[in-house]
């Protein structure tokens, strides 16, 4: 259970490293005019997403792993990990705009400042704290 617990931490890292540094490319595929430069943005942005996007798999994976060593009976007792997986599979929405983002952004489609993709980088971190807190603390 403990390589289960290990292995999931640790692709969730990685998956969260991903999900702050992808929007974080947006934001200088908005600033820039030069189309070299939005080239090279748009071919570390697929990159990016197609390297985090089986780790994040992996960490489902995992989590899941983990929940079957505890037992149904378990599992059904804990409302804090629901609410965990509620936010976990709203992040997995919010990766999968992430490529939405990406593709149009590859596309030449900037509907969206660098503002909107500021904020939007920073959405990531809110699930984080929300989930690490769930995780640890159990408050339900």
Not at 4 to 20: E, N, S
Not at 59 to 72: P, Q, S
Request: with cysteine; glycine share 8%.
């Amino acid at each position: 259970m403990l390589w289960l617990k290990a292995l999931h931490i640790a692709f969730m890292v990685a998956w969260f490293a991903g999900l702050f540094y992808l929007p974080r490319l947006f934001v200088y595929h908005a600033m820039t005019g030069d189309l070299a430069t939005r080239a090279i943005l748009s071919r570390m942005e697929h990159k990016l997403y197609r390297f985090v996007t089986p780790i994040m798999w992996l960490m489902a994976g995992f989590g899941v792993a983990l929940i079957g060593t505890y037992g149904l009976d378990w599992f059904r007792q804990q409302g804090w990990l629901h609410a965990k997986l509620v936010l976990v599979g709203l992040l997995m929405g919010y990766h999968f705009y992430c490529g939405h983002l990406a593709r149009e952004l590859a596309a030449g489609q900037r509907a969206r400042s660098h503002v909107f993709y500021r904020i939007f980088n920073e959405i990531p971190v809110l699930f984080l704290f929300a989930i690490v807190i769930l995780a640890v603390v159990r408050p339900f």
